[in-house]
């Protein structure tokens, strides 16, 4: 038995404990208290320190990695994603290292406290073989476009993000149709109905723009524009007529298996929409912040019954690849929110909406030992999670099913 010892221990949910302590065997929690209540042959202290669950990043892009500071975020959306297709594409021709990226994004991460991912990848194979040999948890969801000239390719894409047989034991296997404005209505019906049959989960770009109601309504506008100059437009594209968290409704989407990507750009009457499918919102702050979209409405979603949960998006478009970096910009941004549901969005609640709610992110008897330690200053120490938000400190130590982890470059 492992015995782990600090200032606090936040289990998540539940009541912070002072002077506190987790137990740990064969890599799962069997107690958690009040550091006097247990003895083990093994006992590592902390001290000064908040040890919480693992981080989960409900979502990212783990193979664009390789753009960090590349295409930095702009107020032009579509714009922005013309660059970061054409860098993507003309790097992937030139080193076709999508392994490397997501390699080099697991580092990140796991550096970073976190111990749970929902991935997208548009190479579903070759991403998730490197997820499967690292320690990570994660929903891998196969990235799907099927619009005008690639509409064919929507079976084939479908088929790829959810093979027949999958099994493993840390990353589960997911389908993730782009967007309302890169995969037509019949396309995210198809992919809702295939999600349903496999009891998948499903990851959607939804309301990310005001330029995506503007192509969801119209057919028209930068998106459209987008699409013609990257070759994929065809005349058979047609405006769907609605709002898109009403589209993706209607094709079946939103279920309490889906996690909505962004949701920036929502109205009262959709945020009731969302809450009562079951569906999650992975909000993304500092991607959120870098495009300059207006406010996000996640403490309406939460009033209303979301389960939000914070992503970081990807280094194409955030500094870091850290839920707890984006945890203390939102501490800063909102000081009035409880540091304990900031928390939650980033451990509790990303689990649920990755389906892992029963397993990870809290620190429960049962659970496995996916543990992150973070230091805190000593004139904070009063305040346990506000503490550990208004520090700069990064973990010290990272803990995946009771082990600690190698967090050097290489491993």
């Given at each position: ?48 320190a908040v040890i919480?669950?693992?981080f989960v990043n ?70 998730r073989s490197v ?281």
């Amino acid at each position: 038995m492992k015995l782990l010892t600090a200032r606090y221990v936040v289990p998540a949910g539940q009541p912070v404990i002072e002077d506190g302590a987790v137990l740990l065997r064969a890599g799962r929690v069997v107690g958690v208290g009040a550091r006097g209540e247990f003895s083990a042959d093994s006992r590592i202290d902390y001290g000064d320190a908040v040890i919480c669950p693992g981080f989960v990043n409900a979502h990212t892009h783990l193979e664009l990695t390789s753009l960090a500071g590349r295409v930095p975020p702009t107020g032009d959306f579509a714009g922005w994603l013309g660059r970061l297709v054409a860098d993507l594409t003309a790097r992937e021709a030139s080193e076709g290292d999508v392994e490397s990226a997501v390699r080099d994004g697991v580092v990140h991460s796991i550096r970073a406290g976190v111990t749970l991912l929902g991935d997208i990848t548009r190479a579903p194979a070759r991403t998730r073989s490197v997820l499967s040999g690292s320690n990570l948890r994660a929903v891998s969801f196969g990235e799907v476009i099927a619009i005008g000239t690639q509409r064919s390719k929507l079976d084939d894409r479908i088929l790829a993000a959810l093979p027949d047989g999958w099994s493993d034991a840390r990353v589960r296997v997911g389908v993730s149709p782009h967007a309302p404005y890169t995969v037509e209505p019949d396309g995210l019906t198809a992919c809702a109905k295939r999600a349903t049959q496999a009891k998948a989960p499903i990851c959607i770009h939804l309301a990310e723009s005001p330029e995506e109601t503007v192509f969801t309504e119209t057919a028209a506008g930068s998106l459209a524009d987008h699409l013609k100059a990257i070759g994929v437009w065809d005349d058979a594209i047609a405006p769907s007529g609605c709002r898109p968290v009403e589209l993706v409704r209607r094709c079946g989407l939103l279920t309490e298996r889906t996690i909505c990507a962004h949701a920036n750009y929502v109205t009262d009457a959709e945020i009731d929409i969302l809450a009562a499918s079951g569906a999650s919102v992975a909000y993304c702050p500092r991607t959120h912040a870098a495009f300059g979209h207006e406010p996000h409405r996640f403490l309406d979603m939460l009033r209303a019954g979301v389960n939000v949960c914070v992503g970081t998006d990807s280094l194409a478009s955030t500094p870091s690849l850290s839920v707890l970096d984006d945890l203390r910009f939102l501490h800063r941004a909102y000081p009035d929110v409880s540091p304990g549901v900031l928390l939650e969005m980033g451990t509790v609640n990303g689990a649920k909406g990755l389906g892992f709610s029963t397993s990870v992110g809290a620190i429960s008897p049962g659970m496995p030992g996916d543990l992150v330690v973070v230091p805190i200053e000593r004139a904070n120490r009063k305040d346990g999670v506000g503490a550990m938000l208004k520090s700069s400190a990064p973990p010290v130590a990272v803990y995946i099913s009771g082990v600690l982890q190698n967090r050097s470059p290489a491993s």
